[in-house]
Nanobody
């Protein structure tokens, strides 16, 4: 069983920054493919960024150049640095993990484990 706990959400003005963290209660996150997703009411959960076991990354076009995903294997923690935030980034953000190889890193159906989410609100 994998437990994921997100933190770092909050309210910021457009142009501001936030860093989300996801603490993973597992033996080692180095053995998992991990990602960040977001969801607004009435919409499907969309992939924001993902990081493979080898550290390679993938981003949604809407966040490229503004968001950066990273992980600290020693701390078993996943991060999402979000810069130049826009009102359309407002959503509940979720951390996700899966032990198997992932064909579509930004597809929420690929992931087996999910956190409870942390809210990000960006005002104009």
């Amino acid at each position: 069983q994998v437990q994921l706990v997100e933190s770092g959400g909050g309210s910021v003005q457009a142009g501001g920054s936030l860093r989300l963290s996801c603490a993973a209660f597992v033996y080692s996150i180095s053995k998992y493919y991990m990602g960040w997703f977001r969801q607004t009411p009435g919409k499907e959960r969309e992939g924001v960024a993902a990081i493979a076991k080898d550290g390679s990354t993938k981003y949604a076009d809407s966040v490229k150049g503004r968001f950066a995903i990273s992980k600290d294997n020693a701390k078993n923690t996943l991060y999402l640095q979000m810069n130049n935030l826009k009102p359309e980034d407002t959503a509940m953000y979720y951390c996700a993990a899966v032990a198997e190889w992932v064909a579509f890193p930004l597809d929420n159906r690929e992931y087996a484990y999910w956190g409870q989410g942390t809210q990000v609100t960006v005002s104009s």
